[in-house]
């Protein structure tokens, strides 16, 4: 069994709970996801089956998108609403003010991880010095907004929407707007709508899978590892070329420089390819190992 299973990820779970609860169902050890939301998260969670999950380092590069809820006038040790409020002010802020601060976050940028993140220090998680209530200096690590815009507003928290590259945290940002903007803010919702290729409606909840595979369908809703790649062009190999790819060799490829996907003479899916100068090379390979 090889493939992805793009999950709709519930709130309460950790990445790591869905893995767990998949191996249990599909009776497969093999299986990664590809990017990791924090439990009060819903959404998109692409999960890796079989020799996919060698594809899950290029997932987790992917850029993402979110719709989250920004509550102002409380900051809280976790930076969303599931942690204690340390601090609360009087909100004298609308939307054209949020609006306003918006263009200061687009852009590459500087952000501090969160001390309630999977970061590693010294091999320790920050989470870990958190809830022992210590707080550590944190290196400041660049990310990009791509987009950010404000949607509206649900039960008195204000809507936004985000398209950011990895390692991004949403409430993070959030803390920081509110910040700005000089009342606090906390993360009160987050979903995943986007991870690289791969869209909400695309998803299909846990108990989905589970029907599935009691049913003996569970392979239809296995995605091909190669639709990871579909921004890529897509390049078949001759007899020639395959018999070197499959070695790890290079071979010659008249094409542009670039990366590729590519297949064998047969249609199964070889590897992501790297084009330069008239030379392919392997990035990643991805078929079965006799």
Request: overall charge neutral; hydrophobic content about 40%; aromatic content about 6%.
């Amino acid at each position: 069994m090889n493939g992805v299973i793009v999950i709709n990820k519930p709130a309460g779970w950790t990445s790591h709970d869905v893995v767990g609860k998949l191996r249990g169902i599909l009776r497969e050890r093999r299986i990664g996801h590809g990017g990791t939301l924090d439990p009060m998260a819903t959404g998109v969670l692409p999960v890796f089956v079989g020799r996919a999950t060698r594809a899950v380092e290029f997932c987790e590069a992917d850029e993402k998108e979110y719709i989250a809820g920004m509550r102002l006038g409380i900051v809280t040790d976790t930076q969303d609403t599931t942690g204690t409020v340390r601090e609360a002010s009087e909100v004298n802020v609308i939307s054209a003010d949020i609006a306003a601060v918006i263009p200061h976050f687009l852009g590459e940028q500087e952000q501090i991880p969160p001390m309630y993140s999977a970061v590693k220090m010294g091999g320790r998680k920050l989470y870990d010095f958190a809830r022992s209530g210590i707080e550590v200096e944190r290196k400041p690590r660049v990310i990009t907004i791509k987009e950010l815009e404000l949607k509206g507003s649900e039960n008195g928290d204000h809507i936004l929407r985000v398209v950011c590259s990895k390692g991004t945290y949403i409430r993070t940002l959030i803390n920081d707007i509110g910040e700005r903007l000089g009342c606090g803010a906390a993360m009160s919702s987050l979903v995943r709508t986007r991870s690289g290729a791969f869209r909400l409606s695309d998803a299909v909840t846990i108990e989905a899978v589970a029907a599935a595979k009691d049913e003996g369908t569970v392979e239809s809703l296995l995605r091909p590892v190669d639709s990871l790649f579909s921004a890529y062009p897509k390049y078949v190999l001759n007899a020639a070329q395959e018999r070197l790819c499959r070695n790890g060799n290079p071979f010659s490829a008249p094409v542009g420089n670039g990366r590729y996907r590519v297949y064998g003479g047969g249609g199964g899916f070889f590897m992501l390819g790297e084009a330069s100068d008239g030379k392919m090379r392997t990035v990643k390979s991805f078929f079965e190992v006799d």
